[in-house]
């Protein structure tokens, strides 16, 4: 018995969002009596640092350059065999998304993907995770000898609980890739939005492309991402990897702002998991003030600027 | 070209969600449905451009579901798919719906199975990975731009902060994510010949589900919110310091 957690490093980094994997892992393993072991493949730093949040031991599976879930599988795999693991944790990431179903079927292992609180192992093995856009969460229970779960971002902060560990060399075997990775294009400086902490968001409101200076701006100054309702992407207003919804990217920041956006339910969808949510919008009657921690009822032209301002006050004197 | 579409349906998003049964089932009474977006807009419009750019080639669509479903099937027929096929069941789990789709697309030899990246409701993106596992097939998620050479295709996919192009050759399985087509509304025409398209229906083959729902929760509701004089906004940013603790 183990519960092994699949620590993923595209670029050979490992992010926040792993060792948040890793220490939901490492607390499953305790609340089941047993280890947590890491597993990273292909050439990674800094490995041994998830012994910190958890991991007894971590292993790396050399000689791999490109991610393909066919061959990420069954080298996942085999490492189960290895380990003797019965709970398989991994990131719900894009790469996490596409192996946490595959390796289900591999294994014949019941899966739950996107879980954001831990399991109950009480009795049984039952997890929960949101589903119909937020309005309900649903509890699952798992009934095959193996389960396999994936994570969602910012689900539970990474805790350190231990100490660095010397990473092992696994040997397995590696089935040559049947893809051929051509490029892979990504924006330099700024957090990806599923990752991000602080999200800057707008939409309709800003009336067209040429006004998002002020977005861009307070984004800067607060260190967030920017991202957009969906309107705004289909008009080309905003590149399409920035809307967030049921249809764009699901995320759950510290921090959302909403700027100019009605909160339709199709976008609440996918960001009223956000711990603070802050919605600036001149209509009182926007359905978005239901779901606000924080509300502004203004002319977002007039009431950004004075945010940036305040914003830029508080570093000042924070610094 | 063969090609395979997996559509699911999902309700309908502005439908009010709840539940029967102590809270253990979701009530279906009154929602209606639609096909899942990510099936329609993009993975079955793809396939049949695939279709129509080759001037060959056959867009089959696969279901998973009970009879309730032929109404969405048939929309997709509607759209342009050339026949539909259901697997007669209620879809118990993930792995279950994969199966029963993997043992059909392995009796008839599909080129290229396309899903949707994932479904609106449980918001899974399980069942594509899981096919191509029962397959044996590449898996490509989250695929937004998608172009054949031959028997090579040359796909786009989101990964977190950017995006990847690689190539493949057939076989494989991709799901389908925003960018890949744009939404077609059927016509007159297309709703027409739909009605004369052929709908098979199928009995599913044995499996044991190893997931179920134990109940639904609703989540807490909110705090109403907390409204700041939009004339100042040092009120808000102190509000997100000291009291949300956050910055
Ligand atoms: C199947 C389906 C899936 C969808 N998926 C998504 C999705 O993933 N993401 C998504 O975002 N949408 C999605 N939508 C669309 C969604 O229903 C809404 O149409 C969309 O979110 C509205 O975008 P918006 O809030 O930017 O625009 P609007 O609804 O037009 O709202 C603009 C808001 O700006 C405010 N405003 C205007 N001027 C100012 C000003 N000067 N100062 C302050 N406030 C101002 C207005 O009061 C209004 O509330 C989907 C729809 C469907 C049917
Ligand atoms: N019951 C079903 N019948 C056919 N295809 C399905 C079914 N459920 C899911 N799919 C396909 O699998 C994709 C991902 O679904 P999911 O893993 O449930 O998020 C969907 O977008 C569909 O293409």
Redesign the interface.
């Known amino acids: 018995m183990s519960v092994l957690v699949f620590a993923e490093s595209?670029g050979g980094k490992i992010k926040k969002a792993v060792l948040e994997t890793v220490t939901y892992a490492a607390k499953t393993a305790a609340a089941l009596g047993t280890d947590c072991i890491a597993l990273t493949i292909g050439n990674t730093t800094d490995a041994g640092q998830l012994g910190k949040y958890g991991a007894s031991k971590v292993y790396n599976v050399a000689g791999v350059s490109h991610?393909?879930?066919?061959m990420f599988?069954s080298i996942i795999a085999e490492a189960v065999g290895k380990t003797g693991a019965d709970v398989v944790i991994l990131s719900n990431?894009?790469?996490g998304?596409?192996?946490?179903?595959?390796?289900?079927?591999?294994l014949?292992?019941?899966?739950?993907?996107?879980v954001n609180s831990l399991p109950d192992v009480s009795a049984g093995f039952?997890v929960k995770k949101?589903?119909?856009?937020?309005?309900?969460?649903?509890?699952?229970?798992?009934?095959?000898p193996v389960k396999i779960l994936s994570v969602m971002g910012n689900s539970i902060p990474p805790e350190e609980s231990g100490a660095a560990v010397e990473v092992e060399a696994m040997e397995v075997a590696i089935p040559a890739s049947?893809?051929?990775?051509?490029?892979?294009?990504?924006?330099d400086g700024?957090?990806?939005?599923?990752?991000a902490e602080?999200v800057v968001s707008a939409g309709r409101g800003m009336k067209g492309p040429e006004n998002w200076g002020i977005i861009e701006e307070l984004a800067k100054v607060?260190g967030a991402t920017t991202a957009s309702s969906r309107p705004v992407a289909d008009m080309g207003w905003r590149p399409?990897?920035e809307?967030v919804g049921?249809?764009?990217v699901?995320i759950r920041p510290?921090?959302y702002i909403a700027i100019g956006i009605s909160g339709a339910?199709?976008h609440l969808?996918g960001v009223n998991s956000s711990?603070?949510i802050?919605?600036i919008n001149k209509d009182p009657e926007a359905p978005f003030?239901?779901?606000?921690?924080?509300?502004?009822?203004?002319?977002l032209f007039?009431?950004v600027p004075?945010?940036i301002?305040?914003?830029k006050?508080?570093k000042a004197a924070n610094n | 070209m063969n090609l395979l579409v997996c559509i699911s349906k999902t309700p309908e998003t502005t439908a009010k969600i709840s539940f029967k049964d102590n809270d253990t089932a979701f009530n279906a009474d009154g929602v209606s449905y639609i096909m899942n977006p990510y099936d329609e807009w993009y993975a079955l419009v793809r396939a049949i451009e695939l279709k129509e750019k080759l001037g060959a080639g056959k867009v089959t669509i696969i279901n998973v579901g009970p009879a309730a479903n032929d109404t969405v099937i048939r929309k997709g027929l509607a759209i342009g798919a050339d026949e539909a096929v259901r697997i007669n069941m209620e879809p118990a789990s993930a792995l279950n719906t994969a199966f029963q789709i993997a043992e059909y697309a392995k009796a008839n030899a599909f080129d290229v199975v396309f899903t949707g990246k994932e479904t609106i409701d449980y918001n899974g993106a399980e069942v594509g990975a899981m096919v191509a596992e029962y397959l044996d097939m590449p898996f490509i998620s989250f695929g937004t731009n998608l172009e054949m050479n031959g028997n090579t295709a040359t796909i786009s996919r989101d990964i977190e902060g950017g995006e990847e192009v690689l190539d493949v050759a057939t076989p494989f399985v991709v799901s389908a994510a925003k960018g890949m087509a744009e939404q077609r509304i059927p016509n007159m025409r297309g709703i027409m010949m739909a009605k004369r398209k052929p709908l098979n229906v199928v009995e599913p083959a044995a499996f044991t589900d190893n997931v179920k729902v134990v109940n639904y929760t609703l989540p807490a509701a909110k705090s109403s919110v907390k409204l700041v004089d939009p004339e100042n906004m040092d009120e808000l940013v102190r509000l997100l310091h000291e009291e949300a603790k956050i910055i």
């Open positions: 595209p991610f393909d879930s066919q599988t990431s894009s790469s998304k596409s192996l946490t179903g595959r390796l289900a079927a591999k014949n292992a019941g899966c739950i993907s996107g039952k949101n589903v119909f856009s937020g309005k309900s969460i649903a509890q699952f229970e798992i009934t095959s049947r893809i051929t990775v051509k490029e892979v294009k990504t924006v700024v957090v990806p939005l599923p990752e602080l607060l399409h990897h809307h049921q249809t764009g699901a510290n921090l339910i199709q969808a711990k603070v802050v919605v003030f239901k779901a606000a921690d924080y509300g502004v009822q203004g002319d007039d009431v004075r945010l301002e305040s914003f006050k508080y």
